[in-house]
C-alpha cells in the first residue's frame, strides 16, 4: 500500500474516521491495529515479525533494566531477524569462497522495513538502560512507537525521548492540515513527476551499460542522483506530513543535501535520522575505543556499518568505505570547514566536488554488481566514445535541472510555511486537484518506493 496510490487514501479515511472517535488506550490499540494491517496489505506473514519485534522490545527493555549484563544478548536477539533475512546469503557467498564450500539457499523477500523498524528498537533499548529515571513505557505505547504506519516502512528513524511524550497527545490536528497537505503534496509530485520517469532511463541505461556513451552515462548517473533524492526524501515529506495530521511531529529527514560544501555537510542533511543513530550508537563508542591511537578510524568504520546497513553485497561495503575515506580527509585537513566559511566560489567548488563524488560513488549504490558499477564510471568517463543522445533527453535534463534549480526551496519549515502564506481556499484544492492526478498516474504505472528493498 503506497502512500500515494487510492488504496492508501481508503484506508486514511477509515482509520481517521474511528481514530477520531476514540480516546485514551482505545485510540492508541485502533493504531497499532490499523498500522499492521498497513503493513500486512503487502504481505500479511510478515506482519508477525512486527508483532514479534513489539513484543521483543517490550521485553528487552524490562530484562535490560533488571539485568544490565544482558544488554549485549538482548540487542543479538533484537538483530537476529535483520541478519537471518538480510545477511544469510551474503554470509554464505563469503564463506563458499573462502573455504569452498557450495551451500545453497532458496530465495526469500525481505520485509519491508526490517531495517529501520530493527534500528528504532535498538536505539529504544539502548536509551532506557541509559534513562532508569522514567517508567520504562506500556506494551501498547510501544507498539504505537514501533508500528505508526507513516514510519513503518522507510523511516524517519524514530527514538523513545520523541515519540512517547506525544502518544497521550494524538488526535486529528486540525491546526496543521494545511501544512500537511502543502508537504504531502510535495512529496508526491518528487515521486511521480520527477523520481519515477527518471528511474526509467536509469533502469535500462544499468541494464546496457557495456554500451552507454559518455553522454548517456553521465546522464544516467545525474538522473539517479535526482532520482534517489526525491523518491526517499517524498516518503520522508509524505511520512512527516500523515503523522502531523495525527498530532504527531516527525524529525525531519532531509535538508537540501545538494547544497552542502562537502561530504561532511552533506551527511548532516541526507537521511538525517540515520546519520544521528550511526553518530550515537556507533561513531561515538568506536571514537571512546580509538581516540587515544586512531580515532578518524571511528568515522571510517561508522560509513562501513552505514554501507552494510544499506545492502548486503560487496559494492554497499566499497560505497561505505569511500564515503569513509573521504570523510577522514576532509576532516584531517580541515576541508569541510575551510569551503562552508570560504568565499563564494569556494563554496560553488565545494558544491560541485560534493555532488560529483555522491553522484559517482551511488552508481555502487545503484549497480547489482561492483562490475556493472565500474562499467557506468569508464562510461561517464568517455571508455566507450561520446555515443548518442537518449530519446527523450531534453525531457530527462529538465527534470534534473528542475529539481535541482528548487532544491534550496526543498525542506520541510518552507513547504509548511505556505499555509500562512497561500489563502486555504486556493491552496486546498490544488493541492487536491495535484494529488489526485499524481495518484491516477501512479496507479497505472506503479513503482514502488526505492528504500522499499533496505
Same mark, same amino acid.
Given at each position: 500500500?503506497?502512500f500515494h496510490h487510492y488504496?492508501?487514501?481508503?484506508?486514511?479515511?477509515?482509520?481517521?474516521?474511528?481514530?477520531?472517535?476514540?480516546?485514551?488506550?482505545?485510540?492508541?490499540?485502533?493504531?497499532?491495529?490499523?498500522?499492521?494491517?498497513?503493513?500486512?496489505?503487502?504481505?500479511?506473514?510478515?506482519?508477525?515479525?512486527?508483532?514479534?519485534?513489539?513484543?521483543?522490545?517490550?521485553?528487552?527493555?524490562?530484562?535490560?533494566?533488571?539485568?544490565?549484563?544482558?544488554?549485549?544478548?538482548?540487542?543479538?536477539?533484537?538483530?537476529?531477524?535483520?541478519?537471518?533475512?538480510?545477511?544469510?546469503?551474503?554470509?554464505?557467498?563469503?564463506?563458499?569462497?573462502?573455504?569452498?564450500?557450495?551451500?545453497?539457499?532458496?530465495?526469500?523477500?525481505?520485509?519491508?522495513?526490517?531495517?529501520?523498524?530493527?534500528?528504532?528498537?535498538?536505539?529504544?533499548?539502548?536509551?532506557?538502560?541509559?534513562?532508569?529515571?522514567?517508567?520504562?513505557?506500556?506494551?501498547?505505547?510501544?507498539?504505537?512507537?514501533?508500528?505508526?504506519?507513516?514510519?513503518?516502512?522507510?523511516?524517519?528513524?524514530?527514538?523513545?525521548?520523541?515519540?512517547?511524550?506525544?502518544?497521550?497527545?494524538?488526535?486529528?490536528?486540525?491546526?496543521?492540515?494545511?501544512?500537511?497537505?502543502?508537504?504531502?503534496?510535495?512529496?508526491?509530485?518528487?515521486?511521480?513527476?520527477?523520481?519515477?520517469?527518471?528511474?526509467?532511463?536509469?533502469?535500462?541505461?544499468?541494464?546496457?551499460?557495456?554500451?552507454?556513451?559518455?553522454?548517456?552515462?553521465?546522464?544516467?548517473?545525474?538522473?539517479?542522483?535526482?532520482?534517489?533524492?526525491?523518491?526517499?526524501?517524498?516518503?520522508?515529506?509524505?511520512?512527516?506530513?500523515?503523522?502531523?495530521?495525527?498530532?504527531?511531529?516527525?524529525?525531519?529527514?532531509?535538508?537540501?543535501?545538494?547544497?552542502?560544501?562537502?561530504?561532511?555537510?552533506?551527511?548532516?542533511?541526507?537521511?538525517?535520522?540515520?546519520?544521528?543513530?550511526?553518530?550515537?550508537?556507533?561513531?561515538?563508542?568506536?571514537?571512546?575505543?580509538?581516540?587515544?591511537?586512531?580515532?578518524?578510524?571511528?568515522?571510517?568504520?561508522? %560509513?562501513? *556499518?552505514? !554501507?552494510?546497513?544499506?545492502? #548486503?553485497?560487496?559494492?554497499?561495503?566499497? @560505497? &561505505?568505505? /569511500?564515503?569513509?575515506?573521504?570523510?577522514?580527509?576532509?576532516?584531517?585537513?580541515?576541508?569541510?570547514?575551510?569551503?562552508?566559511?570560504?568565499?563564494?566560489?569556494?563554496?560553488?567548488?565545494?558544491?560541485?566536488?560534493?555532488?560529483?563524488?555522491?553522484?559517482?560513488?551511488?552508481?555502487?549504490?545503484r549497480a547489482p554488481t %561492483?562490475? *556493472?558499477? !565500474?562499467?557506468?564510471?569508464? #562510461?561517464?568517463?568517455?571508455?566507450?566514445? @561520446? &555515443?548518442? /543522445?537518449?530519446?527523450?533527453?531534453?525531457?530527462?535534463?529538465?527534470?534534473?535541472?528542475?529539481?535541482?534549480?528548487?532544491?534550496?526551496?526543498?525542506?520541510?519549515?518552507?513547504?509548511?510555511?505556505?499555509?500562512?502564506?497561500?489563502?486555504?481556499?486556493?491552496?486546498a484544492p490544488i493541492c487536491?486537484?495535484?494529488?489526485?492526478?499524481?495518484?491516477?498516474?501512479?496507479?497505472?504505472?506503479?513503482?514502488?518506493?526505492?528504500?522499499?528493498?533496505?
Amino acid at each position: 500500500m503506497l502512500f500515494h496510490h487510492y488504496e492508501f487514501f481508503i484506508f486514511l479515511a477509515a482509520f481517521a474516521t474511528v481514530f477520531a472517535i476514540t480516546k485514551g488506550s482505545v485510540r492508541l490499540g485502533w493504531t497499532t491495529l490499523a498500522s499492521l494491517f498497513f503493513y500486512a496489505w503487502w504481505y500479511p506473514p510478515y506482519a508477525l515479525l512486527i508483532v514479534m519485534f513489539v513484543l521483543m522490545a517490550w521485553a528487552g527493555i524490562r530484562i535490560v533494566r533488571r539485568w544490565p549484563r544482558t544488554l549485549p544478548a538482548i540487542i543479538i536477539a533484537v538483530l537476529l531477524p535483520l541478519a537471518g533475512f538480510k545477511y544469510t546469503h551474503f554470509l554464505l557467498s563469503v564463506l563458499d569462497g573462502l573455504i569452498g564450500t557450495e551451500w545453497t539457499l532458496p530465495p526469500w523477500t525481505l520485509p519491508l522495513g526490517v531495517s529501520f523498524v530493527t534500528f528504532t528498537i535498538v536505539s529504544l533499548i539502548l536509551d532506557s538502560r541509559r534513562d532508569k529515571t522514567e517508567p520504562p513505557p506500556s506494551l501498547l505505547a510501544i507498539s504505537v512507537y514501533v508500528t505508526f504506519f507513516p514510519h513503518l516502512i522507510a523511516g524517519p528513524i524514530l527514538r523513545g525521548h520523541q515519540m512517547f511524550p506525544q502518544l497521550p497527545g494524538m488526535r486529528i490536528n486540525c491546526a496543521a492540515v494545511m501544512s500537511a497537505l502543502y508537504l504531502f503534496t510535495a512529496g508526491v509530485v518528487k515521486k511521480v513527476v520527477i523520481a519515477d520517469p527518471l528511474a526509467v532511463y536509469v533502469d535500462s541505461a544499468y541494464l546496457r551499460v557495456d554500451m552507454l556513451g559518455a553522454g548517456e552515462a553521465m546522464l544516467a548517473v545525474l538522473a539517479f542522483m535526482v532520482q534517489i533524492y526525491c523518491d526517499f526524501s517524498a516518503y520522508s515529506d509524505m511520512a512527516i506530513a500523515l503523522a502531523m495530521l495525527f498530532g504527531v511531529n516527525f524529525p525531519e529527514n532531509f535538508r537540501s543535501p545538494y547544497l552542502a560544501t562537502s561530504l561532511t555537510e552533506l551527511w548532516r542533511r541526507w537521511h538525517i535520522t540515520l546519520t544521528l543513530w550511526l553518530r550515537d550508537y556507533v561513531f561515538v563508542p568506536l571514537f571512546r575505543r580509538f581516540r587515544g591511537s586512531v580515532p578518524r578510524l571511528a568515522i571510517f568504520l561508522t %560509513m562501513v *556499518v552505514s !554501507g552494510i546497513w544499506h545492502g #548486503a553485497a560487496w559494492h554497499f561495503v566499497l @560505497w &561505505g568505505a /569511500a564515503h569513509g575515506a573521504a570523510l577522514v580527509v576532509e576532516h584531517w585537513t580541515g576541508f569541510s570547514r575551510l569551503t562552508q566559511k570560504g568565499r563564494l566560489w569556494l563554496r560553488l567548488s565545494g558544491v560541485l566536488y560534493t555532488c560529483t563524488f555522491f553522484a559517482l560513488t551511488a552508481t555502487m549504490f545503484r549497480a547489482p554488481t %561492483m562490475g *556493472v558499477a !565500474g562499467d557506468m564510471v569508464l #562510461a561517464f568517463f568517455g571508455a566507450n566514445g @561520446w &555515443g548518442v /543522445a537518449p530519446a527523450g533527453w531534453p525531457m530527462l535534463c529538465g527534470l534534473c535541472v528542475t529539481a535541482l534549480a528548487l532544491h534550496g526551496l526543498d525542506t520541510r519549515d518552507r513547504i509548511t510555511s505556505m499555509a500562512n502564506v497561500i489563502p486555504a481556499w486556493i491552496g486546498a484544492p490544488i493541492c487536491m486537484v495535484v494529488t489526485v492526478t499524481c495518484s491516477l498516474v501512479a496507479s497505472s504505472q506503479p513503482a514502488s518506493f526505492y528504500y522499499f528493498d533496505f
